[in-house]
């Protein structure tokens, strides 16, 4: 079957005054799937979700939605995308209801079609019981439905979600994936920023990891995780032994080891897991270093936008 491109970004820079947000950033996202855009605080993800969904020009580059060139007409490209933006965009003095239907009617429907289209997404998003409160009242992941609702009354083909599930509970978060994902069955095609790792990996069927305004690396999770090759031993230790297992350890295996000081665990990359798994544990009781938790694993993700990006400082 033949692939086509819903999203393409061409060496798209943009500077804030002296600061380079984007690099010759390019990025490509399928049609009818799940497309994500990893990065630590302050990469770039929100100011290239900006520049595709026509909100800020770039300096340099071309990006096309859908087929059509967002620079060059934005006003066409908005009738084909929607984005639910990191900060809410929704009124908090109108109810969930007033929103959807204020919105609807911003897109053009008529007063009768704008109450339906209301109901429709109050329905979808499971918003029911709230619908007719005020939405400065709404919880975080209410509110969170509200703002993707109102990115879907003019039912886009291309969605931009920037960091849909910010801050919500493990529960509401599965709640929403399902929604994503049910759009996705639909045929809408999902751009989304995570600093979670897990949901890239549980959601999006491509990658692309950003860090200081470059694209650093790109793939399918199973691809990304290929790349870092290597198993990881993980280790915890008490906060005053922290220190000297490290140095014993990197002497060990003569090489630096990865220090963790809000987690006290050590991180290292193995070649030979379980035979160096036994002498991470001769050389640490050697040391007489109490070991808390010892584990060897494949690499997640999170091991490879660890090993990728630089930590995300800022
Ligand atoms: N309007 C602006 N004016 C000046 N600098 C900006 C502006 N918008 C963003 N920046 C800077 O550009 C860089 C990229 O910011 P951006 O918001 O795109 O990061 P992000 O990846 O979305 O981060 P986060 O995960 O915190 O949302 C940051 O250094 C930020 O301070
Ligand atoms: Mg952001």
């Given at each position: 079957?033949?692939?086509?491109?819903?999203?393409?970004?061409?060496?798209?820079?943009?500077?804030?005054?002296?600061?380079?947000?984007?690099?010759?950033?390019?990025?490509?996202?399928?049609?009818?799937?799940?497309?994500?855009?990893?990065?630590?605080?302050?990469?770039?993800?929100?100011?290239?979700?900006?520049?595709?969904?026509?909100?800020?020009?770039?300096?340099?580059?071309?990006?096309?939605?859908?087929?059509?060139?967002?620079?060059?007409?934005?006003?066409?490209?908005?009738?084909?995308?929607?984005?639910?933006?990191?900060?809410?965009?929704?009124?908090?003095?109108?109810?969930?209801?007033?929103?959807?239907?204020?919105?609807?009617?911003?897109?053009?429907?008529?007063?009768?079609?704008?109450?339906?289209?209301?109901?429709?997404?109050?329905?979808?998003?499971?918003?029911?019981?709230?619908?007719?409160?005020?939405?400065?009242?709404?919880?975080?992941?209410?509110?969170?439905?509200?703002d993707?609702?109102?990115?879907?009354?003019?039912?886009p083909?291309?969605?931009?979600?920037?960091?849909?599930?910010?801050?919500?509970?493990?529960?509401?978060?599965?709640?929403?994936?399902?929604?994503?994902?049910?759009?996705?069955?639909?045929?809408?095609?999902?751009?989304?920023?995570?600093?979670?790792?897990?949901?890239?990996?549980?959601?999006?069927?491509?990658?692309?990891?950003?860090?200081?305004?470059?694209?650093?690396?790109e793939?399918?999770?199973?691809?990304?995780?290929?790349s870092?090759?290597?198993?990881?031993?993980?280790?915890?230790?008490?906060?005053?032994?922290?220190?000297?297992?490290?140095?014993?350890?990197?002497?060990?295996?003569?090489?630096?080891?990865?220090?963790?000081?809000?987690?006290r665990?050590?991180?290292?990359?193995?070649?030979?897991?379980?035979?160096?798994?036994?002498?991470?544990?001769?050389?640490?009781?050697?040391?007489?270093?109490k070991?808390?938790?010892?584990?060897?694993?494949?690499?997640?993700?999170?091991?490879?936008?660890?090993?990728?990006?630089?930590?995300?400082?800022?």
């Open positions: 079957m033949r692939q086509t491109n819903a999203i393409i970004v061409k060496n798209v820079t943009k500077h804030f005054g002296k600061l380079t947000a984007l690099e010759s950033v390019s990025l490509r996202a399928q049609q009818g799937r799940v497309t994500g855009l990893l990065g630590p605080n302050g990469a770039g993800k929100s100011t290239l979700i900006k520049i595709m969904t026509t909100l800020l020009p770039p300096d340099k580059g071309d990006v096309s939605v859908d087929g059509i060139d967002v620079v060059s007409n934005p006003r066409m490209a908005r009738t084909r995308l929607g984005l639910a933006g990191q900060s809410a965009a929704v009124d908090g003095f109108l109810t969930g209801r007033e929103t959807l239907t204020m919105v609807a009617r911003l897109y053009g429907l008529g007063a009768k079609q704008a109450k339906k289209r209301a109901q429709e997404l109050i329905d979808r998003l499971g918003l029911q019981d709230a619908a007719n409160r005020q939405a400065k009242t709404y919880s975080g992941g209410m509110r969170r439905r509200l993707l609702g109102a990115s879907l009354v003019a039912t083909k291309v969605l931009f979600l920037d960091e849909p599930t910010t801050g919500l509970d493990p529960r509401t978060r599965l709640q929403l994936w399902e929604i994503i994902r049910d759009l996705v069955k639909q045929g809408v095609t999902i751009l989304l920023t995570t600093e979670y790792l897990d949901e890239a990996d549980a959601l999006c069927d491509y990658i692309y990891v950003i860090d200081k305004g470059k694209m650093i690396i793939g399918t999770a199973d691809d990304l995780k290929k870092l090759g290597q198993d990881i031993i993980e280790v915890k230790v008490s906060e005053k032994n922290l220190n000297t297992a490290m140095l014993v350890l990197s002497k060990m295996l003569k090489r630096d080891v990865e220090t963790d000081e809000l987690t665990r050590l991180r290292l990359q193995t070649k030979s897991g379980a035979d160096d798994l036994l002498k991470v544990a001769a050389t640490l009781r050697k040391a007489k270093i070991v808390e938790e010892l584990n060897l694993h494949r690499p997640t993700l999170d091991d490879v936008f660890l090993a990728v990006t630089d930590g995300g400082s800022n």
